[in-house]
C-alpha cells in the first residue's frame, strides 16, 4: 500500500469512530475555503494599508539609488502597476527602468524591461510576442531574466487552456532559482503567482489558495509597498467556479473597498467585471447589468473585457426579457469570435431562445454546449493533474542523467590529461578543450547539485505536509486506547495506530536518506554506556521475538564495560535496523547480537537463522528502495531504505557495513568502528538527567498557538481529562496578545503560522519578558517541521524544547514535565 493510500485509510477508520460517538462531518472543501478566506484578509490588510501614490513615491524613492536593490524596487513599481493594465503608467515606469540600468550596466534589468515592454503588448491584444518570451527563456544566461520569461511564458500558456504544460515549465524554472540569492523571494513570488492562476483554472482550491499565499505571504517583501488585491478577484472568481456563493460575494466585497479607494480607474472596471460575475452566479440578472450600467451599451473604457463582460450581460438581458438588446450582444460576441477571441457563445444563445420561447432549440445547443466543454475540462485537467504527479518523476531522471554526465566528463578528463603528457605538440589544444569540459563538468555539478537541494525542499515540504494530518491520526488513535472499547473497535483504533507508526517510520527513513546525501549528517561523538545501549535495543525486540517463538540471544564483551566516546543516536539506529531485519526474516531459531572488543576499535555482529539470500540478492540488498527479492515487500513489509541509511552511517562513524548467507540457513551482518574509552572524568560529567516530573495532575494553565483546527482539537482532547486550562489561538500575533494578558505556565508553539509564524512569535514573548522584567515561561516548539535546523532555529528564538508532531499523550506530558524543570537562562553567545 502506497504512503498516501496508508495515510487516507487510518484518516478514514478514525474518522469513523469519532463520528460514531459525535455525529459531526466536515465539508470537504471547508479546510480550504478557509485557508483562503484567510488569505483573502491578509491581502485586504497589506492593501488598504498602502496605495497607487505611496508605490509611486517608493519608485521616485528608487531612483536615488545606484544599486541593483534600486533596480528590482523599480522592477516592482512597473509590474504592479502593470498587472493592473494601466499600461501608459508602466511604460513611464520601464522606461526609467531601462534607463537606470543602462546607467548602472546592468544586463539583468535591461532584458527584464524588454520583457516588460512584452507584457504589456501581449495584455493588449498581441499573442505573437510570445514568441520573443520564448527567446528570452531559451538564450539569457542570467537566471532571473529566464524566470521572469518563463512565468510570462507559463501564463500565455494557461490562456491558452495548456495548464499542464505551463505547471510543467514553472517547475523547471523555480529548480534553477539558486536559494541563497537575495533576489531568490522576488522570482519565486512571480512563479507562484501565476501557479496560483494555472491551479485556479483547474479548480483546485487549496492548491491555489496555498499558491497565491506563498505569492502574497511567504515570498513577499514586506518593505515593498504592495497596493494591488489581484489575489481577492482570483479567489472570488474561483469561488464561483465552485459554487461558493457565499465566500464569492465576501471576496468581492473586500475587492470593492480596495477598489473604491483606488485612484485607478482600471481597477474599478475589473471591479464591476467581478461584480457581475458574483450577481450572475447569485442568479441576479438585475445586478448584473446594474453593475454594468455605467459603463454603456458599447461598454466605453472597458470594452477591453468585453469577452468576459458581455457573456454576462446578453445572458441577464434575455433573463430580464430584454431579448433585442441580448441579440445585439450575442452578435457582437460572434463577431469578436471571428477576430480570433476564443468566446463561447453557445450558452448565451441558448438563453436568448429560452427567453423567446424557443425552448427545445435552446435544450439542444445548450445539451451540445454542456458536452463540449466537460470535454474540454476534464481534457484541461488530465493535463495538469499529469504534469504534477509526473514533475517529481521527471526531476529524479533529469538528476540521474546530469551525475551520469558529470561521471562520464570526469573519466574523459583524465584520458584526456594522459593524451597531452605523451603529445606535448597538441599542448594548446589540449588545454583549450579541457577548460571547456571543465566549464560543463561546473555546470552539470551546479544542475545536480540545483536539482538535489530542490529534492531536499520538497522533502522537508512533504515532512511538514504529511506530520500535520498524521497527528491527528497518531494522536487520536492513542487517546482512544486510553478509553474504553469493545473488542471490534479496540481492533481498528490498533490498526490506525500501527499505520501511524509505520507512516512516521518511513517518513523518517525517507528525511534520513536526503540528509545524508546532502551531506547535512553528523557524527557527534559523547559518552554514552554501551552495555546499557545493548541492553535496551534486546529489551525494545525481546517481546516481538518471543511473540514469534523466536529466541534473542546477546553476548557482550565484558571488556567493554564504561563509557565509551561515540555517537550513541546513530549507532542505535544501525543496529535496530539489523536486529529489526533480522527477526522480520526469521520465523524459528535465533537471532543473536555480539559485541567484542577488538584492538581499539569495536566490533558489531547481527546473526538470524532465517529465510538468508544468495550471491546475486546479496548485490541488491545495500541499494536504496531495493530488497533481495521483488516479493519481499509484500510478504515481509519494509522499504528498502533501512540498510541503505545503516551502510552510509557506520560509514560515517568509520567503519564499513558488510554481510554473508546462505539461503534456507541465515544471514549475518558486521561491522567495527572506534569506539574509544572515556576517562573517569567525563564518565561522571555524563552522569544521567534526571527523569521529567509527571505533570499530569497539575493545574497549569496553557497557551497553545497553532493555525491547524486538528491540532488545537488533538491537544484539547488530550489535556481534557486533567486539571489543565487550555486557551488556544489559530496565529502567532494573537499568542502574543494572550500572553501578554499573564498568568499562563507554559506556551505550546506551533512553528508555521499566518499573520507571524512561531519563531517570531516565541522571540516576541522573550522580548516582552525581557522588557517588563517577567520570569522565563517555557516554550514548547510542537510542529510538524522535524529537520534538525528547525530545531536550532527554535531554540534561537527563545524555545526551552521541541516537540515534532505527531504526538502522543506520553510524549506530550513528558515534554511539558521537562519544560517545566527549573528553567536555566541560556548564556550569552
Known amino acids: 500500500m502506497s504512503l498516501f ?33 484567510s488569505l483573502a484578509r491578509v491581502v485586504e ?35 504592479t502597476i502593470l498587472n493592473q493594465g494601466e499600461f501608459e503608467r508602466a511604460a513611464v515606469w520601464n522606461r526609467r527602468l531601462a534607463e537606470q540600468a543602462r546607467l548602472q550596466k546592468d544586463a539583468r534589468y535591461t532584458d527584464i524591461a524588454r520583457l516588460n515592454d512584452l507584457t504589456a503588448r501581449y495584455d493588449q491584444g498581441e499573442v505573437a510576442v510570445v514568441a520573443d518570451m520564448r527567446r528570452f527563456l531559451r538564450d539569457d544566461r542570467d537566471w532571473f531574466v529566464r524566470a521572469h520569461a518563463a512565468r510570462l511564458v507559463a501564463l500565455a500558456l494557461v490562456d491558452e487552456g495548456r495548464i499542464g504544460a505551463g505547471l510543467e515549465l514553472l517547475a523547471r524554472a523555480q529548480a534553477d532559482i539558486p536559494v541563497d540569492d537575495p533576489f531568490a ?49 482570483n479567489l472570488a472568481v474561483m469561488a464561483v467556479k465552485i459554487g461558493d456563493q457565499a465566500r464569492a460575494t465576501e471576496y468581492y466585497a473586500a475587492h470593492h473597498r480596495l477598489a473604491s479607494r483606488s485612484d485607478l480607474p482600471t481597477l474599478a472596471i475589473y471591479d464591476a467585471s467581478l461584480c457581475a460575475t458574483v450577481a450572475n452566479a447569485r442568479r441576479s440578472p438585475r445586478e448584473v447589468l446594474a453593475c454594468l450600467e455605467p459603463y454603456g451599451e458599447s461598454l466605453g473604457s472597458a470594452a477591453f473585457l468585453a469577452k468576459d463582460v458581455l457573456p454576462l450581460r446578453a445572458i441577464a438581458r434575455a433573463q430580464t426579457g430584454q431579448t433585442v438588446a441580448a441579440r445585439r450582444d450575442l452578435e457582437t460576441l460572434r463577431r469578436l469570435g471571428a477576430e480570433g477571441v476564443g468566446i463561447e457563445v453557445h450558452h448565451v444563445e441558448a438563453e436568448v431562445l429560452f427567453a423567446e420561447g424557443r425552448t427545445a432549440e435552446a435544450f439542444n445547443l445548450l445539451r451540445a454546449h454542456m458536452l463540449e466543454s466537460e470535454t474540454d475540462s476534464a481534457r484541461s485537467f488530465s493535463a495538469g493533474i499529469h504534469q504534477v504527479t509526473g514533475d517529481m518523476q521527471h526531476q529524479l531522471a533529469q538528476r540521474r542523467r546530469q551525475l551520469e554526465t558529470a561521471r562520464s566528463n570526469t573519466n574523459l578528463q583524465r584520458a584526456v590529461i594522459g593524451i597531452g603528457v605523451f603529445f606535448l605538440l597538441f599542448a594548446i589544444g589540449t588545454v583549450a578543450w579541457l577548460s571547456r569540459q571543465a566549464d560543463r563538468l561546473r555546470l552539470a555539478q551546479r544542475r545536480a547539485e540545483d536539482a538535489n537541494r530542490a529534492k531536499s525542499e520538497f522533502l522537508a515540504n512533504m515532512s511538514h505536509e504529511i506530520r500535520t494530518p498524521l497527528n491527528g491520526v497518531v494522536s487520536m488513535a492513542d487517546s482512544l486506547t486510553r478509553r474504553p472499547l469493545g473488542v471490534q473497535e479496540r481492533e481498528m483504533v490498533e490498526l490506525i495506530r500501527s499505520s501511524g507508526v509505520t507512516l512516521e517510520r518511513l517518513l523518517s527513513d525517507i528525511l534520513d536518506t536526503a540528509k545524508i546525501e546532502s551531506g547535512q ?12 545501549l545493548i541492553g535496551d535495543i534486546a529489551a525494545l525486540w525481546r517481546v516481538k521475538a518471543e511473540d514469534k517463538g523466536v529466541a534473542l540471544e546477546v553476548a557482550f564483551d565484558p571488556a567493554l564495560s564504561g563509557l565509551l566516546e561515540g555517537d550513541a543516536v546513530r549507532l542505535r539506529q544501525v543496529l535496530t535496523n539489523l536486529v529489526s531485519n533480522a527477526l522480520k526474516f526469521t520465523g524459528r531459531g535465533a537471532v543473536r547480537v555480539a559485541v567484542e572488543a577488538a584492538g581499539d576499535r569495536v566490533a558489531f555482529r547481527v546473526s538470524d537463522t532465517g529465510v538468508g539470500f544468495d550471491t546475486e540478492q546479496r548485490s541488491r540488498i545495500f541499494r536504496r528502495f531495493q530488497q533481495a527479492d521483488g516479493s519481499i515487500t509484500r510478504r515481509y513489509g519494509g522499504t528498502g531504505l533501512g540498510l541503505a541509511i545503516s551502510t552510509e552511517l557506520v560509514e560515517l562513524m568509520g567503519g564499513t557495513l558488510d554481510c554473508d548467507s546462505t539461503p534456507g540457513e541465515g544471514s549475518s551482518f558486521w561491522f567495527d568502528i572506534p569506539l574509544p574509552r572515556v576517562v573517569r572524568a567525563r564518565e561522571e560529567a555524563a552522569a544521567p538527567e534526571a527523569e521529567p516530573r509527571d505533570v499530569t495532575a497539575a493545574a497549569l494553565r496553557i497557551l497553545l ?55 517570531s512569535a516565541t522571540a516576541a514573548i522573550r522580548s516582552h519578558e525581557a522588557a517588563h522584567g517577567l520570569s522565563r515561561t517555557p516554550v514548547v516548539m510542537l510542529t510538524a517541521n522535524a529537520m534538525a535546523e528547525h530545531v536550532e532555529a527554535g531554540r534561537a528564538a527563545g524555545a526551552d524544547a521541541h516537540l515534532t508532531k505527531p504526538v502522543t499523550m506520553t510524549s506530550l506530558f513528558d515534554a511539558i514535565g521537562a519544560a517545566l524543570e527549573p528553567v536555566r537562562e541560556p548564556e550569552p553567545a
Open 5 to 37: 493510500r496508508l495515510l487516507a485509510a487510518s484518516f478514514v477508520l478514525l474518522a469513523a469512530l469519532a463520528g460514531a460517538s459525535s455525529g459531526l462531518a466536515q465539508p470537504p472543501l471547508a479546510g480550504a475555503a478557509a485557508d483562503a478566506l
Open 705 to 759: 498557538a497553532d493555525d491547524h483546527p486538528a491540532n488545537r482539537k488533538v491537544v484539547e482532547i488530550m489535556l481534557g481529562a486533567t486539571d489543565m486550562e487550555l486557551v488556544s489561538v489559530e496565529d502567532g500575533q494573537k499568542a502574543v496578545d494572550a500572553f501578554k494578558g499573564g498568568g499562563f505556565d507554559l506556551v505550546l508553539m506551533d512553528m508555521q503560522m499566518p499573520v507571524m509564524d512561531g519563531l
Open 521 to 532: 549528517v553528523a557524527i557527534e561523538p559523547a559518552p554514552f554506556d554501551l552495555e546499557q
Open 185 to 233: 523571494a522576488t522570482a519565486q513570488a512571480g512563479i507562484w503567482e501565476v501557479a496560483g492562476m494555472g491551479l485556479k483554472d483547474l479548480n483546485d482550491v487549496a492548491g491555489a489558495a496555498d499558491a497565491f499565499r506563498k505569492f502574497e505571504v511567504d515570498y513577499s517583501n514586506p518593505a515593498y509597498p504592495r497596493p494591488d488585491f489581484d489575489s481577492l478577484y
Open 45 to 79: 490588510r497589506r492593501a488598504g494599508s498602502t496605495d497607487f501614490a505611496a508605490l509611486e513615491a517608493f519608485g521616485s524613492e528608487a531612483l536615488q539609488r545606484h544599486d541593483r536593490e534600486g533596480l528590482n524596487r523599480l522592477y516592482h513599481v512597473t509590474w
